[in-house]
């Protein structure tokens, strides 16, 4: 039998930060009153996602002590996740069933494992530029892949939107 643990899973890779302008881009598609779970920081003290996240007015909960599949916090889950694990994070998302917004490759929508979820209420919102994400202290000046933010039972306007 062969089964991966998460640390093992854990790659160099996912330990890019998001920066403000990305959590900006996505606070008026979150409702008012709900309590944001930022799942995707265990053993991150570098990211201040949720620093940013509370300063643009939103309640957040997360700890670099929480284990995504061991929790289930919140209203709403957003977060920029690890990508080299994806399937096991959907597989725990389909599980969990709640509402999300994560940033993701925009490839990730012609994935299987997106069929995990409830297709009814897959949306995306899709920005006009590419993010440059934080290794450290430094944004990277050209990060190579475009990013959506993969959306789950939010109840958006629309099923794609541009901003
Ligand atoms: C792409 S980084 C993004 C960090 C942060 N969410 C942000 O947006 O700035 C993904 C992070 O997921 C975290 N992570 C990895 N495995 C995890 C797990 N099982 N539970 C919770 N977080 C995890 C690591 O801390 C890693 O830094």
New binding site residues.
């Given amino acids: 039998m062969c089964s991966l643990s998460?640390k093992q899973d854990?790659k160099n890779d996912?330990?890019?930060?998001?920066p403000k302008e990305a959590w900006e881009m996505i606070i008026p598609y979150i409702p008012k009153n709900v309590t944001i779970w930022?799942?995707?920081?265990?053993?991150?003290t570098s990211?201040?996602?949720m620093d940013y996240l509370s300063e643009l007015g939103c309640e957040v909960v997360g700890s670099?002590e929480?284990?995504?599949?061991e929790n289930d916090l919140g209203d709403v889950i957003v977060?920029?996740?690890?990508?080299s694990f994806k399937k096991k994070i959907f597989k725990r998302l389909a599980e969990l069933d709640k509402p999300f917004i994560l940033?993701l490759p925009i490839s990730t929508i012609s994935k299987q494992f997106v069929k995990l979820l409830k297709r009814e209420f897959i949306q995306m919102i899709i920005p006009d530029k590419r993010i440059q994400?934080?290794k450290g202290e430094d944004p990277l000046k050209r990060c190579w892949f475009d990013t959506c933010f993969l959306c789950y039972k939010m109840n958006l306007e629309k099923d794609i939107t541009f901003i």
């Fill in positions: 998460i854990f996912d330990q890019y930060n998001t930022e799942a995707f920081m265990m053993g991150n990211s201040k996602s670099p929480l284990d995504f599949f977060s920029n996740p690890p990508y940033l994400f934080i």
